[in-house]
């Protein structure tokens, strides 16, 4: 990563850490004074270094454990939620941000306090690591 | 979650506690938002994943 890279790609941790729902060129732009263009390089770099994924429209897709566009997996802290890629990102966010429930589809709801995730759960992991970035969507 | 697998016709991945899971994203998502983060290679990927006892062929790199 290029000098430039590593400040959009840690402004994109920033934005949505904040609870940004959508984080794109103009968004990074706004306020920082950094020129469109090569903050859309920049984000096709990171993209290609497997650093975040990028929608079709040049949207952040996901820098994981966040995904930049709603999901049916959240973390939630309090009066703040964030959207996850998947269970696991729900857990690594609050991992990142603080005790909170991880929650997905059906109801599911784990409580993490205290570095302890109740109740009991197993997660499912159908793609290997070394496959992960083949389809990123998939996995 | 068999049922799914039957559904779908995918064969059975990895199964972790979600204990396993949060904890292994401690040490997987540290300093991820720092500027100055660096992507683990292969070989410091997998001794994180030993770490949180996660080996084995699915959680092979290299």
């Known amino acids: ?139 | 979650m068999q049922a799914w697998l039957d559904e779908t016709g995918h064969g059975r991945g990895y199964t972790a506690s979600t204990q396993t899971m949060y904890e292994l994203s401690q040490d997987w998502y540290a300093g991820r938002m720092e500027v100055g983060w660096e992507p683990p290679t292969s070989e410091e990927a997998e001794a994180i994943f030993r770490r949180h006892r996660l080996a084995g062929e699915f959680w092979r790199l290299g």
Do not use: K
Not at chain 1, 102 to 131: C, F, K, M, N, Y
């Open chain 1, 1 to 139: 990563m290029t000098p430039f890279e590593r400040n959009v790609r840690a402004r994109i941790y920033t934005l949505l850490a904040g609870g940004a729902r959508r984080v794109d060129a103009a968004v990074l732009t706004a306020g920082f004074g950094w020129d469109t263009d090569e903050v859309t390089s920049a984000l096709q770099s990171l993209a290609e270094e497997h650093r975040i994924a990028l929608t079709e429209d040049g949207e952040v897709w996901m820098a994981h454990p966040f995904s930049g566009i709603p999901t049916p997996y959240r973390a939630v802290i309090g009066d703040r939620s964030w959207n996850a890629n998947c269970a696991w990102d729900a857990l690594a966010i609050l991992s990142l941000l603080g005790d909170g429930e991880a929650r997905g589809p059906g109801g599911l709801v784990w409580t993490v306090t205290g570095g302890t995730v109740s109740p009991e759960g197993l997660i499912h992991l159908l793609v290997p690591a070394r496959l992960f970035w083949e389809d990123i969507g998939f996995t």
